[in-house]
């Protein structure tokens, strides 16, 4: 049996990132604050040279990540500027930035790390740490203070403090986080009947449905409605054999068309995509974004953003099916390129568009970092499900259930 704390998803934990000097002591903050050995800890520095990321529990807000991350300070010619820019790219997404600077005073690197983190609006707290080892500097103490973040001196070799920062870490999840909405809950009361179409294709893992699937299906039984999952084939046997309508159906993006085909258009359609917009990231934006997909011309750039790493599919949907779909549609030359991972282009000014997986293996504040980013560069961005569904022909049906996304998409559409 897998622990709770192991089986809950990383996208769907708070990340909580440490960051620092060489030297500072993150390691060994780290390895305290989750009760494991989770990072090398060495006094030379430098030991950390890529984010070490462990997923654990911490009472009693349930399951974190926490992330240890290179040196900000980092000389090493280029490849430590590649070090510190991950280091502080991980500043931008995470849910809680602990700053780790010494109990003798904080350095110029680790005000600019608290700076950067405030500009940002990432939560942070200040963890003065080898109090132990220095005599604490109350000056640097009373500065820290000063820049209005709650400051803990501690000491991860004695153990001394490490309490009172988990305590200060707590209380930032517990009045400054803000939570993803629900997936499919929200759409749902009790005694309400429920379909999902749940296509078994080649990216489904063996034995198990994808993550959204999962989640909404858990959702719906904790609402206390019903809910019966079949394949794209058997909607219309399905809803022959109910003797109501379900409140709505939510169907994978492949299967909507089909799906749809099905469906009465008197019953409520959406996706588990275009959901995880809404649970994750911004749907009303996503949705204004989709609208640029019908504005594309002659040789411009399309990004597709895929948040994981899986190997590519023979019938890739962010790789082969978006591309092609998206060529067909438009008739014009266009020219793909993909973004892979957690890490996500600085300069988007070379794109029309950006088309984002759902993001089921990442955070809402990651997601919603990438969105603020396309926005400020003034770089329209929509997601997978939104795209698929407005290739169809289908994006307004579906964006019924959610009439402000749906007027921000009509609106978009006639700019």
């Not at 440490?18 to 903050?29: C, E, V």
Request: net charge neutral; glycine share 8%; charged share 25%.
């Amino acid at each position: 049996m897998i622990p709770v704390a192991l089986g809950t998803p990383k996208g769907l934990r708070i990340h909580i990132g440490l960051f620092g000097r060489r030297n500072a002591g993150k390691s060994s903050l780290v390895n305290r604050l989750a009760n494991q050995e989770i990072s090398i800890v060495s006094d030379v520095p430098g030991t950390t040279t890529d984010p070490v990321e462990k997923a654990c529990e911490l009472a009693p807000i349930g399951p974190v990540v926490f992330i240890d991350t290179a040196g900000v300070d980092d000389d090493a010619g280029s490849l430590g500027a590649a070090r510190v820019r991950r280091s502080k790219a991980i500043l931008e997404w995470v849910d809680i930035a602990v700053v780790v600077g010494a109990a003798s005073g904080l350095e110029q690197d680790d005000i600019e790390l608290i700076h950067a983190a405030q500009t940002l609006k990432t939560p942070c707290v200040i963890a003065l740490n080898k109090a132990d080892l220095h005599r604490p500097n109350q000056a640097a103490v009373a500065e820290a203070k000063s820049l209005g973040l709650p400051v803990v001196l501690c000491d991860a070799h004695t153990g001394r403090g490490i309490d009172e920062l988990r305590q200060a870490v707590i209380r930032i999840v517990q009045t400054q986080i803000d939570p993803d909405r629900p997936l499919a809950g929200h759409l749902a009361e009790a005694g309400d009947t429920v379909l999902l179409v749940t296509p078994i294709d080649t990216g489904a893992p063996k034995g198990r449905l994808i993550l959204p699937q999962v989640q909404a299906i858990r959702e719906l039984l904790d609402t206390h409605a019903k809910c019966f999952v079949v394949q794209q084939d058997r909607v219309a046997e399905a809803l022959s054999e109910l003797r109501q309508d379900p409140k709505f159906i939510m169907t994978d993006s492949q299967a909507v068309l089909e799906v749809a085909r099905q469906t009465p258009s008197r019953i409520p359609l959406t996706t588990f995509s275009i959901q995880l917009a809404y649970a994750k990231s911004d749907l009303i934006a996503l949705a204004e974004g989709a609208a640029a997909l019908g504005r594309l011309r002659d040789g411009d750039r399309v990004l597709i953003c895929e948040s994981c790493s899986h190997l590519p599919q023979p019938e890739d949907i962010g790789r082969i099916k978006i591309p092609k779909w998206l060529r067909e549609h438009t008739g014009v030359k266009l020219n793909f390129e993909i973004s892979v991972g957690k890490d996500f282009p600085e300069d988007l000014s070379p794109y029309a568009v950006l088309i984002q997986c759902g993001g089921c293996v990442v955070t809402r504040r990651h997601l919603l970092m990438r969105l603020r980013r396309a926005s400020m560069q003034g770089v329209p961005m929509t997601n997978y499900g939104l795209a698929i569904c407005y290739l169809q022909g289908i994006l307004e049906r579906v964006l019924a259930c959610h009439p402000d996304a749906l007027e921000a998409y009509l609106k978009a559409s006639r700019k």
